[in-house]
């Protein structure tokens, strides 16, 4: 098993900045990729990013493209998401994820989620 633990959210003004993190312990060696989902409230839980541990390969969703950055210390077993010029729109919860294996960018090809720490954009 693997236990992901984030930290980090808040609450912060549009057009700011916030990091989060998500620390992995357990069977951290089965760990294919780590990811950052997000539901925002009304809407369904969808993709907004995710590393791949082997080779750091990252991916993004349009809508982060460019403003969000992804980065793993293997080390430590642990991921972060920088976002920045937040917006409204960013609001949600956001829930880290890990993977042994899978398409990356779906969500059921992860194995292990954290509890999800909200995230919310004041404008």
């Known amino acids: 098993q693997v236990q992901l633990v984030e930290s980090g959210g808040g609450l912060v003004q549009a057009g700011g900045s916030l990091r989060v993190s998500c620390a992995a312990s357990g069977r951290t060696f089965t760990i294919y990729a780590m990811g950052w989902f997000r539901r925002a409230p009304g809407k369904e839980r969808e993709f907004v990013a995710a590393?791949?541990?082997?080779?750091?390969?990252?991916y993004y969703a349009d809508s982060v493209k460019g403003r969000f950055t992804i980065s793993g210390d293997n080390a430590k077993n642990t991921v972060y998401l920088q976002m920045n010029s937040l917006n409204p729109v960013d609001t949600a919860v956001y829930y880290c994820a890990a993977t042994r294996g899978g398409t990356i960018k779906y969500s059921q090809a992860y194995d292990y989620w954290g509890q999800g720490i909200q995230v919310t954009v004041s404008s």
């Open positions: 590393v791949r541990w082997s080779d750091s390969s990252t």
